[in-house]
């Protein structure tokens, strides 16, 4: 079969979640595959070699300039028509509306937040996935959902048949394990100033990431603890930025809090490997993969059982009242003052994380593109 991945997530030079679930998918299907003819579709030449192991096609932006959802609406259906397509994967919500009958299509959704949280979003997002969405998603022949939560919340908010819809959680990346080499912790901690002790939060910057609640939570402990908070991640919108410093500033634990933004992807597992714990706020998830780093990497986690993240951690984690700093206060103290609890969890994470496989996901996807 001759089959096209709308690959742009993975020309990202700062990489997020999405990019890195289309990134390991896709190099794990082209490792796999031996039958089907797969086409890469983006827009701008770049040096990712992925793009050697298959078909690369470079699709012209739009006239409404360098949007790649316009792109895929409007203007990538004449490139399907042109390869003569069988499947059209688009990994993202964006799917062109016109394509010829026989080319069977798939998206792959990770979240329904801006229609689920909609304050959390900008107003264009909640817009198009209200006014777009359900006419896309009725159009795709199959449906990728990365959890049980988001196949639900179509099934919930679009009435969408689950037949339809197919889970295939993202994958646990080799390069996050337990790292023991001193030397390159050392050199880590000092590329980013890390301080010796620490709790480890990643998320980008925004109100669904309810990172409110954890510096508050941490203000209530932050004298009773040796362990500083440090949050890895790029700012977001609405002006959490400013919102998140005025908050520290308020709460007079500038000293204790550090920010250092967006961290390069080959830095995290060490990052990782130098935190005492993982504390994870969000109020809303597609899957939640920083959990599953953090558990690949043998430490313990503690989050909400709220949208996907109890399909994440299992019973491997500790579990918090993300809307209560007292509680998460309460919780963390509790955890980082018994090293017997910590040995403990930190078992349950590396068992959990072993049932999340790249391999896996890949070999699921491809069944499926032998199915429809």
Not at 288 to 313: F, Q, R, T, W, Y
Request: charged share 30%.
């Amino acid at each position: 079969m001759k089959i096209g991945l709308v690959s742009d997530a993975i020309d990202l030079k700062r990489k997020t979640g999405i990019s890195f679930y289309v990134y390991h998918l896709i190099k794990n299907i082209l490792n796999l595959n031996k039958k089907n003819q797969f086409f890469l579709l983006h827009s701008e030449k770049n040096d990712e070699k992925l793009y050697k192991k298959a078909k690369e096609v470079i699709i012209p932006y739009s006239l409404f300039g360098k949007k790649t959802s316009l792109r895929n609406l409007f203007h990538l259906s004449k490139f399907v028509k042109r390869l003569n397509l069988d499947i059209l994967h688009e990994f993202n919500v964006f799917m062109p509306f016109m394509v010829k009958n026989n080319t069977k299509r798939i998206m792959t959704v990770y979240d329904l937040s801006p229609i689920v949280l909609p304050h959390t979003h900008l107003k264009r997002s909640s817009i198009y996935y209200r006014l777009f969405l359900k006419r896309v998603l009725r159009k795709a022949n199959a449906i990728i959902a990365i959890s049980q939560n988001t196949k639900r919340d179509l099934i919930r908010y679009f009435r969408i048949h689950g037949k339809k819809v197919y889970v295939i959680y993202p994958g646990r990346d080799e390069s996050f394990k337990i790292i023991k080499n001193k030397n390159i912790k050392e050199k880590i901690k000092k590329k980013y100033n890390l301080p010796d002790k620490f709790i480890l939060d990643v998320s980008t910057i925004e109100p669904r990431k309810n990172l409110s609640c954890l510096i508050k939570a941490y203000s209530l402990i932050s004298d009773k603890i040796d362990e500083k908070l440090v949050i890895v991640g790029g700012y977001g919108w609405r002006n959490e930025k400013e919102r998140v410093d005025k908050l520290i500033k308020k709460l007079k634990i500038r000293d204790k809090v550090k920010i250092i933004g967006y961290a390069e992807g080959k830095d995290m597992p060490m990052i990782f490997n130098l935190c005492e714990i993982f504390v994870f706020t969000s109020i809303y998830e597609g899957f939640g993969l920083p959990l599953l780093e953090a558990m690949a990497c043998g430490k313990p986690v503690l989050c909400g059982k709220n949208s996907s993240l109890k399909e994440v951690v299992g019973n491997a984690g500790l579990e918090i009242n993300e809307k209560n700093p007292k509680d998460v206060a309460n919780k963390i103290e509790k955890i980082l003052k018994s090293s017997k609890m910590r040995k403990e969890l930190s078992k349950k994470s590396l068992k959990q994380s072993k049932k999340f496989s790249w391999k896996k996901s890949a070999l699921e996807l491809l069944k499926i593109y032998s199915s429809i």
